[in-house]
Nanobody
Framework: QVQLVESGGGLVQAGGSLRLSCAASGRAFSSYAMGWFRQAPGKEREFVAAISWSGGSTYYADSVKGRFTISRDNAKNTVYLQMNSQKPEDTAVYYC????????????????????WGQGTQVTVSS
């Protein structure tokens, strides 16, 4: 079993930056693909970014490409989401997720690929 704990959310003005962290328990973290998803009120959960187990491949939603960066530190069992040039439409609860089965490409973009989820952290971007 893997436990994921997100942190770093908060309130930021449009154009500002936040960095989210997701700390994972367990020794198998370095073998998992990791993803970030978000869910705004009244909307479905949507893909934001994902990173392969090695960090060699990354994937982004078109809406965040060029503004957000996903990274991981396997020595610290942590994955990060650096969010720059934030917009009010980035307001959502952000969730990190872990995939035991080495997703790639499209597979990393769908929630069904992920086996473990964190509780989420709120990000609010004011205009």
């Amino acid at each position: 079993q893997v436990q994921l704990v997100e942190s770093g959310g908060g309130l930021v003005q449009a154009g500002g930056s936040l960095r989210l962290s997701c700390a994972a328990s367990g020794r198998a973290f370095s073998s998992y693909a990791m993803g970030w998803f978000r869910q705004a009120p009244g909307k479905e959960r949507e893909f934001v970014a994902a990173i392969s187990w090695s960090g060699g491949s990354t994937y982004y939603a078109d809406s965040v490409k060029g503004r957000f960066t996903i990274s991981r530190d396997n020595a610290k069992n942590t994955v990060y989401l650096q969010m720059n040039s934030q917009k009010p439409e980035d307001t959502a609860v952000y969730y990190c997720a872990a995939d035991r089965h080495h997703c790639s490409g499209y597979g990393c973009r769908i929630p069904e690929s992920y086996d473990y989820w964190g509780q989420g952290t709120q990000v609010t971007v004011s205009s």
